[in-house]
């Protein structure tokens, strides 16, 4: 019991932080770690961890799809000496 209660303080102070708080996914990939985690072997500050990262990895890959991508030009490229590509 008391180990969970320190679990709970130290994952309340580190959400607390503006740096740590700003990583998208992570809160909840962590929290969905932990219980899976502890239901599977009892490891959920394992399962707590591998969820942040996969949740923030999974929030870099969606953020990553919805911006629109810089738009590439159809010219054809020009070779020195003034002959065209072929």
Do not use: D, Y
Not at 27 to 35: E, F, N, P
Not at 38 to 60: D, T
């Amino acid at each position: 019991m008391r180990k969970l209660q320190l679990s709970i303080a130290l994952a309340a102070l580190i959400a607390v932080l503006p740096g740590v708080s700003s990583a998208k996914g992570c809160l909840k990939g962590a929290a969905v770690g932990g219980v899976v985690g502890h239901v599977a072997a009892h490891h959920a500050v394992l399962g707590a961890a591998a969820g942040c990262v996969i949740g923030h990895h999974r929030a870099q890959v969606r953020e990553r799809e919805t911006t629109p991508a810089a738009p590439q030009s159809a010219a054809k490229p020009v070779v020195p000496g003034g002959a065209p590509s072929t």
